[in-house]
Antibody
């Protein structure tokens, strides 16, 4: 069964850093494009970042560009989101998902991990 | 950036009703549009991709149509488990964007 499990969320002060992980089971993560999507409390979905399969090219939303870095460890079958210079507006549940191609879709999704940026 | 506008933002309906949600894109996105259902405290669930292809395991009462800039999600006969929030998403170009959501509630 294909599963994704996020971890690493928590409370962090403004300006701080946090690294989220997304562990994959049932498939080889490096063969697929992967993505992060976030959802602020009571708000809609916001795309954050994509890393392509194979070559590992990355794309970011303007709201996180220069502060967030997406990477993966193929030996651990894990995706990471390094978040620096965190702001209050980064407070959200962060979901990882498989970016399926060529159909272009996000599926499946993990259960999400909550990041709270507050002093 | 491509903006997606869903209408309505809120919909009240009864079990058995037929409902349609519209998603309009600020520029053409071919058929690179997906629909997701989200229930409180849960991850989004893929319903439709490529504008009209039903994801495996999704009931056939869900259907999608459209291309270019206007798209629709239709639920032919609402079931109790369908009351949730629905989002459209464009994957034509970066940044990938979502509509603001349509909250579907029981009348």
């Amino acid at each position: 069964e294909v599963q994704l499990l996020e971890s690493g969320g928590g409370l962090v002060q403004p300006g701080g850093s946090l690294k989220l992980s997304c562990g994959a089971s049932g498939f080889t993560l490096s063969n697929y494009a992967m993505t992060w999507v976030r959802q602020a409390p009571g708000k809609g979905l916001e795309w954050v970042s994509v890393i392509t399969g194979g070559g590992g090219r990355t794309y970011y939303a303007d709201s996180v560009k220069g502060r967030f870095t997406l990477s993966r460890d193929n030996s651990r079958n894990t995706l990471y989101l390094q978040m620096n210079s965190l702001r209050a507006e980064d407070t959200a549940v962060y979901f990882c998902a498989v970016y399926g191609s060529p159909s272009r879709l996000f599926d499946p999704w993990g259960q999400g991990t909550l990041v709270t940026v507050s002093s | 950036d491509i903006q997606l506008t869903q209408s309505p933002s809120f919909l009240s309906a009864s079990v058995g009703d037929r409902v349609t949600i519209t998603c309009r894109a600020s520029q053409g996105i071919s058929s690179y549009l997906a629909w997701y259902q989200q229930k409180p405290g849960k991850a989004p669930k893929l319903l439709i991709y490529a504008a009209s292809t039903l994801q495996s395991g999704v009931p056939s009462r869900f259907s999608g149509s459209g291309s270019g800039t206007e798209f629709t999600l239709t639920i032919s006969s609402l079931q109790p488990e369908d009351f949730a929030t629905y989002y459209c998403q464009q994957l034509n170009s970066y940044p990938i964007t979502f509509g603001q959501g349509t909250r579907l509630e029981i009348k």
